[in-house]
Protein backbone atom coordinates (compact mmCIF):
# COMPACT_ATOMS: atom_id res chain seq x y z
CA UNK A 1 0.00 0.00 0.00
CA UNK A 2 1.38 3.65 -0.76
CA UNK A 3 0.88 6.32 1.49
CA UNK A 4 -0.80 9.78 -0.13
CA UNK A 5 2.81 12.25 0.76
CA UNK A 6 4.95 9.73 -0.49
CA UNK A 7 7.79 11.50 -2.92
CA UNK A 8 6.26 10.14 -6.03
CA UNK A 9 3.24 10.75 -5.70
CA UNK A 10 4.11 14.45 -3.56
CA UNK A 11 6.44 15.04 -6.56
CA UNK A 12 4.05 14.63 -9.17
CA UNK A 13 1.34 16.73 -7.77
CA UNK A 14 3.74 19.59 -6.57
CA UNK A 15 4.64 19.42 -10.36
CA UNK A 16 0.85 19.92 -11.12
CA UNK A 17 0.62 23.15 -9.58
CA UNK A 18 3.07 24.59 -11.14
CA UNK A 19 2.45 27.33 -13.42
CA UNK A 20 4.63 28.16 -16.19
CA UNK A 21 5.48 32.02 -17.45
CA UNK A 22 4.68 34.01 -20.66
CA UNK A 23 5.75 37.24 -21.84
CA UNK A 24 2.63 38.54 -23.35
CA UNK A 25 4.00 41.12 -25.84
CA UNK A 26 2.02 44.06 -27.20
CA UNK A 27 3.36 44.64 -30.85
CA UNK A 28 2.61 48.71 -32.50
CA UNK A 29 2.46 48.28 -35.81
CA UNK A 30 1.43 51.69 -36.43
CA UNK A 31 -1.34 52.85 -34.13
CA UNK A 32 1.52 55.68 -32.51
CA UNK A 33 2.53 56.65 -35.90
CA UNK A 34 -0.95 57.00 -37.27
CA UNK A 35 -1.75 59.14 -34.16
CA UNK A 36 1.15 60.91 -34.56
CA UNK A 37 1.79 60.57 -30.70
CA UNK A 38 4.50 58.26 -28.80
CA UNK A 39 1.64 56.88 -27.13
CA UNK A 40 0.15 53.95 -28.87
CA UNK A 41 -2.94 53.91 -26.85
CA UNK A 42 -6.04 55.56 -26.72
CA UNK A 43 -7.67 56.75 -23.23
CA UNK A 44 -10.62 53.89 -23.55
CA UNK A 45 -8.04 51.63 -24.88
CA UNK A 46 -6.24 52.37 -21.70
CA UNK A 47 -9.57 51.47 -19.45
CA UNK A 48 -9.83 48.06 -21.40
CA UNK A 49 -6.61 47.30 -20.18
CA UNK A 50 -7.13 48.59 -16.43
CA UNK A 51 -9.96 46.27 -16.02
CA UNK A 52 -8.13 43.33 -17.70
CA UNK A 53 -5.16 43.74 -15.58
CA UNK A 54 -7.78 43.38 -12.33
CA UNK A 55 -8.79 40.21 -14.00
CA UNK A 56 -5.94 38.94 -14.12
CA UNK A 57 -4.79 39.81 -10.66
CA UNK A 58 -7.98 38.38 -9.02
CA UNK A 59 -7.50 35.18 -10.71
CA UNK A 60 -3.58 34.98 -9.52
CA UNK A 61 -2.01 35.22 -13.17
CA UNK A 62 -1.13 38.30 -12.99
CA UNK A 63 3.03 38.80 -12.55
CA UNK A 64 3.80 42.07 -13.92
CA UNK A 65 3.09 44.48 -16.34
CA UNK A 66 3.40 47.96 -18.03
CA UNK A 67 3.55 49.86 -21.32
CA UNK A 68 7.39 51.07 -22.72
CA UNK A 69 8.33 54.05 -24.00
CA UNK A 70 8.65 55.06 -28.19
CA UNK A 71 11.32 53.20 -29.33
CA UNK A 72 13.27 56.59 -30.74
CA UNK A 73 13.96 57.03 -26.39
CA UNK A 74 15.70 53.52 -26.24
CA UNK A 75 19.47 53.25 -25.56
CA UNK A 76 21.28 50.33 -26.68
CA UNK A 77 24.51 49.08 -24.92
CA UNK A 78 26.83 46.39 -26.33
CA UNK A 79 29.97 45.63 -23.78
CA UNK A 80 31.23 42.39 -26.26
CA UNK A 81 33.62 43.86 -27.43
CA UNK A 82 36.57 45.92 -25.38
CA UNK A 83 35.01 48.64 -25.34
CA UNK A 84 31.21 49.59 -24.11
CA UNK A 85 29.81 51.18 -26.77
CA UNK A 86 26.28 53.29 -26.02
CA UNK A 87 24.21 54.07 -29.21
CA UNK A 88 20.75 56.34 -28.66
CA UNK A 89 17.80 55.16 -30.57
CA UNK A 90 16.65 51.38 -30.86
CA UNK A 91 18.35 48.35 -31.80
CA UNK A 92 16.50 47.51 -34.44
CA UNK A 93 15.15 49.29 -37.35
CA UNK A 94 11.35 48.51 -37.42
CA UNK A 95 7.68 50.22 -38.09
CA UNK A 96 6.16 47.61 -35.59
CA UNK A 97 7.51 47.49 -31.82
CA UNK A 98 7.01 46.46 -28.75
CA UNK A 99 4.47 49.27 -27.04
CA UNK A 100 3.79 46.75 -23.80
CA UNK A 101 3.76 43.52 -22.00
CA UNK A 102 2.54 41.50 -19.39
CA UNK A 103 3.84 38.77 -17.68
CA UNK A 104 1.72 36.31 -16.33
CA UNK A 105 1.29 32.59 -15.07
CA UNK A 106 -1.13 29.91 -16.79
CA UNK A 107 -1.19 26.43 -16.13
CA UNK A 108 -0.10 25.74 -20.09
CA UNK A 109 0.00 27.67 -23.42
CA UNK A 110 -3.76 27.19 -24.00
CA UNK A 111 -4.35 28.87 -21.29
CA UNK A 112 -2.06 31.38 -21.87
CA UNK A 113 -3.21 31.78 -25.57
CA UNK A 114 -6.55 32.34 -24.11
CA UNK A 115 -5.69 35.30 -21.88
CA UNK A 116 -3.84 36.65 -24.37
CA UNK A 117 -6.75 36.91 -26.96
CA UNK A 118 -8.35 38.97 -24.14
CA UNK A 119 -5.33 41.32 -23.61
CA UNK A 120 -5.50 42.02 -27.47
CA UNK A 121 -9.12 42.63 -27.36
CA UNK A 122 -7.89 45.08 -24.75
CA UNK A 123 -5.79 47.03 -26.15
CA UNK A 124 -6.39 46.49 -29.83
CA UNK A 125 -3.18 45.26 -30.51
CA UNK A 126 -1.18 42.21 -32.00
CA UNK A 127 -0.21 40.36 -29.55
CA UNK A 128 2.93 37.58 -29.42
CA UNK A 129 2.94 35.08 -26.65
CA UNK A 130 6.02 33.53 -25.79
CA UNK A 131 7.11 31.25 -22.45
CA UNK A 132 9.97 31.78 -20.28
CA UNK A 133 12.63 29.18 -20.58
CA UNK A 134 12.44 26.28 -18.09
CA UNK A 135 15.65 26.73 -15.45
Not at 69 to 87: F, K, L, M
Not at 110 to 135: M, Q, Y
Amino acid sequence: MQVKGGSEWAARNRQELIHMQYLISVIDDGQADSAGSEISGTAEEGAAIDVFNEKLQKQGSWVFAGGLGYPNNATTVDNRGESTVITDGPYVESKEFMAGFWIIEAPDLDVALALATEGSKACNRKIEVRPFLEV
